[in-house]
Each structure stands twice: as C-alpha cells, then as structure tokens.
C-alpha cells in the first residue's frame, strides 16, 4: 500500500510540474482569450447557457425572398450551382432520431441538387460530442472544403471547429452553436420555438391553467434553451401554472411513464408541452391510459406520429422545424461562398422562422402531411 | 525446435493483431488518405481517453470484476475540474482534486465489493448513476466553460507523438509495473484466479481489491484529464458510452472476464482495433447508421476468432 501510494504521490507532483512546463512553454494562440489558466477572475457567468452564447451574433432574420433557397420540408430548391469540385462533410448529433436522418437527406438532396459530394456521418453513441471531434478530424483528413455540423455541445466541439479553421475549412453549424461564431449557424432558434409554442398554447387556454413540462435531456444545449423559452412564455400569463417540469429525455417511454406518476399527483392538467414531438407522445399515451381526455399536448419537430397525433386531434400543436431544409439551406450558403467568396448576410441566419409558418396544427397539418414535410423526404 | 519455434511466434501473437493488421490494409485499399502520417497521429490522439479506461478496466476485470462507472469517473473529473476553476481554484490544483476525488471513488467501489460480498456489476453501476447525477447538479445540465491554454498544451507535439499519447504511455508503463513486479498485482490475479490462496498466503483480500479499485480510480481520473483537455470544458454526459468499449477492448486484448488471466499489453491492441474501425469507417465515408454494424461486427469477430484459438490451444 505504501509503495503504491508513494508511486501515485510522486506521479501526480511529477504531472503537476510537466502541466506548468508545458503551459508556460506554449504561445498562446491568436484565438485565444486573454485570461490566463490560473487567473481566478473566472468568468462565473459562462455558467448560463444564455450568458454563454452572449458572444455570438443574433439572429439576422431574412425573408423568404433573400434566402438562397426556396420553399420549405421537401419542396427545398435552389438556383446555386457548384463550380468546382467540392467535398462537403456533414456530421449529425446521431442516427437514432429520424430528425438527424432527414437533416443527412437535406444534405444529400444538397449534393446532388448543386453538384459537390456529401460526406454524411454521426458518432455511434448517440450526442458523443467528443466523437463529433473526431469525426470532425476525420473529414479535415478527407479534404473536405466544408463542414455542416449539428453541434452535440457548443463548448465540446470548439477544438474541432479550430483544427477545421487552421486546415482552411469552413464550419457552418446547425441548431446549437458553437462557443464562438463560425462562417455560418442556420436551423430554428430554439429558444423562439419554446416560446412560440407556449404562446399559442396559452392563448389556447385563454391564459388560464395548469401545465406540465417534459422536458429534454439535463445535458442539452437545446433542451434548454427551448425551455427557457417556454417558461419565459408561459411568465406572460399570470394564470398559467407550471404544475411540474421534469426530464423525459426527449423519450417516448419516458415521457410516457413520467406523465403517468405526475398524474398521480395532479389530476387537474390542461396543458402538457414534451420538449419533443417523442415525449409528447409519450404524455398522450399517458393522458389515453388514464382515461383523461381534453388536455392541450404540444411538442416540437413535426414527426410522422406527432403529425398524425395532430390530425386525429390527440395532439394540439407541434413545430415544423425542418432539419431537411436547414440542411439544404447550409449546404446553398457553402457552396456560393466556396464559388466566389460570398459572405452570407449574418453569422445566424435561423432557417425556418415565423416567416414560414412553422405551426401544425388542426388547421394546417392536412398540407403539411400531404406536402411538404421534411419526413416525406425519408420515404 | 528452430522450427516449431517459429510456429510458437506466430501462435503466440495475439489475434488481435491480424484483425488490427487487416483493418488497416482493407482501409487502406478503399482510401489511400488513410495511410497518410497525420492520419495515424489523429488515430492515436483519439484514443488516448479510451486508452487510459481501458487499462482501469483491465485491472478491475483481473480481480474477475467489472466496472460500469468508468464513464461517470471521467465525466465527474471534466466538470469538477471546470467547477472548481470557475470557483477561483487554479486549474492544476482543481486537476490534482479531481484524481483524488476519482481515486476516492475506486475506494468506495472497492470498499462496497469486498466488505458486502456484492457484485461489482451491480456495486458500479449504482454508483455510475449516483456519479453521473453529480456531474450534472455540479453543471445545472448544461456543460461549463473555464477558457485556459492549460487544454492545448496537451495536444501540442513532442517527438513526434502528441503529449497526450506520451501521458498514455506513461500510464501503461505504470500499470505494466504494477501487475508485473508488484505485490499487489501478484495479488489481483490472485483474485481473479483462486481468492483463497490469498486468504491462505496470509494477505486480506479485501484490502488488495480496494486497492485495485483505487489504482483504476486513480487511471480513470487521468483519462477524465485527457478527456477535459480533449472537449475543453466539462461535459457531464461525454463518456457514456466508453464504459462498455473498454470492455470490449479489454476482452479484445485477451484478458479473460474470469480467472484473473488476461494483460494489459493486449488491451492496447483492442483499444487500437476499436479505434481504427472507427477512424477508418469515418475516413472511407461509410454512412453512419452502417457503422454501428460494421463496429459491432467486426467486435464481434475479433472476439469469436480469440476464444476459437484459445480453445484449440487449451486442447493441444
């Protein structure tokens, strides 16, 4: 025991020592931020996820007209032409949500519509950002000219958006930024979602009742954000009562069995928002066991079953979120600055938006359906 | 005898090697970039968190146990390391916290397995998900952000390999010595093997195995380092995942989940196998979702191939 621990003591001293070499040995890079490793003016504000993308440009909303596409889900088209010989990487958070397969189609559809080759591929443990890195070092190897990812964590992926940098390759998000602005980050503004949803499913409700929230995995980026969103919404009604928020997820099960024990608790529900259209699904099972009918289910991402819950009027609204489209869109902007250096007109162009009328609901989901879905490209 | 001797050579060389042999020959073939300098420095530098897992793992399956918290281990250190420096602590200091809070956690695995007679199975995974609820209170959920130059110098390059492999290998060489010239690693294959010799040789079992734990903590703790310097912030769900790998990996490299027989060595080369799979699907653009197959599969083989040969050595 002695000499083991005597060994481990005397390592770690040794690793401290190296650690202040190395750091002391290394120029910092231009990117770099001016505070050094031991400064204790840490900035505890990185802490909130709002805070954190503080840096990041805003949103720069353009109508449908100025974008280099047209239409929306499986109607996507678009004039730019690829004019040289591109190869253009796209890496999904993973492959087990049908939302990351029609993004991969999105970009597909891109490579052949335009001309370059599409690389798409994803970590195989599902949201591994680390292996986002990798994959990410990996297509920089391939020479590719860009890079579309759908960040898994805004801070986990920077080493690889800077090995992207360094090699000339530019990165263009999707969904959740990277810590630091990129050539571009398009795909929906999650907090606008949250609160759009909310909104309408408050006015619904005529700013009175009792809600319950699903919401997504405790370690996501997105989840977050959309939820501040919803709570920030929901703040507006002074009637509106979040009974309950707990984690599904983004799960079907989970969501099931988790609506199912706050039943127990709370019989007297109007309203239930699953972060996604899989947990709100799952609320809708829970509500159809229980036997309890007329209570408002929201959700987000317009899937096949959410779609056909909205039809049968088991489900109250859900988001057209468009990975198929927000994919194309990236791919457009890539290419033309890969052509001839176009910039596009901001660093987050989010893709769809309010302009495109992202609500299914029992109004609107028989053309979406039947149109222009983003799953209608997966079949 | 010169001839049987060479034999023996061939016999003798895991069958890992030919599975790592042929992977990259095959890779090779579809795309010539994966032969390309930098393209093996990316493999090793990949690896490198996997790796230090892998040799925990090992030590921990020699006592024939298993331990399912490796990925909470290395999630913990990420965010502690990031908490504590958001606090004001220096990142070493907070580095150095975090190992020992990592080895503290071998100890209780240690101390539950061999005071209560429980499965480590069980012992792991109840404290993977006790871990990793930590790891997201610390965080709130999100992941946390320290900006420090302290990460780079990790994957700055020194002979050649990038500083994280050299931290690799030191690892390696300390855990090689451990099971071969101490004590205690004559006494971790005792309880894989036969736990009563040990009892009658005189020696507390109990204590050898929670010192193996602490060993393994303590390597687990490194990797949750490489892991931190690789991600730049912590990440309370970054490993899940590579708990089973280094499973995989560990049965890759020949050490049987029973009996206590089995080496470290081996496991570098299952750790490599995973790895250029991975790498070399990636680099010839297989589409993800067939990855996990191809994974999965070739796994799968390298395995049945190993225990075929095993067999056949028992009967000769």
């Known amino acids: 025991m002695k000499k083991i621990s005597t060994l481990i003591f005397a390592l770690l001293l040794v690793a401290c020592l190296g650690l202040t070499a190395c750091n002391s040995g290394t120029t910092p890079a231009p990117s770099a931020t001016p505070e050094a490793s031991t400064e204790p003016a840490a900035p505890a504000e990185t802490k909130e996820p709002e805070q954190k993308s503080s840096g990041l440009s805003k949103a720069t909303v353009l109508d449908a007209s100025e974008l280099p596409i047209t239409g929306i889900g499986t109607t996507v088209a678009t004039e730019v032409k690829a004019s040289g010989d591109y190869k253009i990487g796209y890496i999904a958070k993973n492959t087990t949500n049908p939302y990351m397969n029609a993004q991969s189609a999105g970009v597909a559809k891109a490579g052949e519509d335009m001309g370059f080759e599409a690389i798409c591929q994803a970590p195989s443990t599902a949201d591994s950002v680390e292996e986002q890195v990798r994959i990410m070092e990996n297509m920089i190897e391939q020479g590719c000219n860009a890079i579309i990812v759908h960040c898994a964590d805004s801070n986990g992926i920077m080493p690889g958006v800077r090995a992207a940098e360094d090699a000339g390759v530019i990165v263009l998000t999707i969904g959740t930024p990277a810590a630091e602005d990129t050539f571009l980050r398009t795909g929906v503004d999650y907090y606008e979602t949250g609160y759009t949803i909310a909104t309408e499913m408050a006015e619904a409700l005529n700013g009175e009742g009792n809600i319950i929230i699903l919401e997504g995995p405790p370690g996501a980026a997105n989840a977050i954000e959309r939820l501040n969103g919803i709570n920030d919404a929901f703040a507006k009604y002074p009637n509106i009562k979040i009974v309950a928020s707990q984690t599904a997820n983004f799960k079907r099960t989970e969501g099931m069995s988790v609506t199912e024990n706050l039943l127990q608790g709370n019989s007297d529900i109007q309203g239930i928002i699953g972060a996604n259209d899989e947990s709100a699904l799952g609320a809708v099972q829970a509500l159809k066991g229980a036997g309890i009918e007329g209570v408002l289910v929201s959700g987000f991402d317009g899937s096949v079953d959410a779609s056909n819950a909205v039809l049968n009027g088991d489900m109250f609204e859900t988001y057209n979120t468009d990975p198929y489209g927000s994919g194309y869109i990236a791919a457009a902007y890539a290419v033309q600055y890969l052509n001839d250096g176009t910039e596009p007109a901001g660093r987050f162009i989010p893709f769809p938006t309010a302009n495109n009328d992202p609500l299914i609901n029992a109004e609107t989901v028989d053309g979406y359906i039947n149109g222009n879905a983003w799953f209608n490209a997966l079949q | ?316």
């Not at chain 2, 793992?57 to 006592?63: A, D, F, K, R």
């Not at chain 2, 029973?258 to 991975?278: A, C, F």
């Open chain 2, 1 to 316: 005898m010169k001839g049987k001797s060479f034999k023996e050579i061939i016999k003798s060389i895991p069958p890992v090697v030919f599975m790592l042999v042929a992977m990259i020959v095959i890779f090779a073939i579809i795309e010539p970039r994966y032969l390309s300098a930098r393209n093996f420095r990316n493999i090793l530098l990949q690896c490198v968190p996997l790796m230090i897992m892998a040799f925990a793992q090992t030590i921990v399956i020699l006592t024939e146990g298993i331990d399912m918290s490796l990925n909470a281990v290395v999630n913990i250190v990420t965010v502690l390391t990031v908490w504590l420096a958001l606090k004001g602590v220096p990142l070493p200091v907070g580095m150095l916290i975090s190992v020992l809070v990592a080895i503290v956690i071998g100890v209780v695995k240690g101390f539950f397995v061999s005071k209560f007679s429980l499965p480590p199975f069980i012992v792991s995974y109840g404290m993977q998900n006790i871990v990793n609820s930590i790891a997201l209170l610390l965080t709130g959920g999100a992941s946390i952000y320290f900006a420090s130059e302290l990460y780079r110098a990790f994957t700055k390059t020194v002979f050649i390999v990038p500083n994280n492999v050299w931290v690799a290998a030191l690892m390696f060489v300390l855990t090689y010595l451990m099971l071969k010239r101490t004590k205690l690693g004559a006494n971790i294959r005792a309880l894989g093997g036969n736990p009563e010799s040990l009892t009658l040789a005189g020696v507390n079992p109990g204590r050898s195995l929670i010192k193996a734990y602490a060993f393994a903590g303590f390597l687990t703790g490194i990797a949750g380092l490489m892991m931190l310097c690789r991600v730049e912030s912590g990440q309370p769900i970054v490993a899940n995942g590579l708990e089973f790998q280094s499973v995989a990996a560990t049965v890759l490299g020949g050490t049987s989940l029973r009996h206590g027989k089995g080496n470290v060595t081996g496991t570098i080369l299952g750790v490599l196998l995973i790895q250029v799979i991975q790498n070399g699907l990636n680099i010839c653009g297989v589409p993800a979702i067939y990855q996990s197959v191809s994974t999965g599969g070739i796994v799968l083989a390298a395995i049945i191939v190993n225990a075929l040969i095993t067999s056949r050595k028992a009967k000769a």
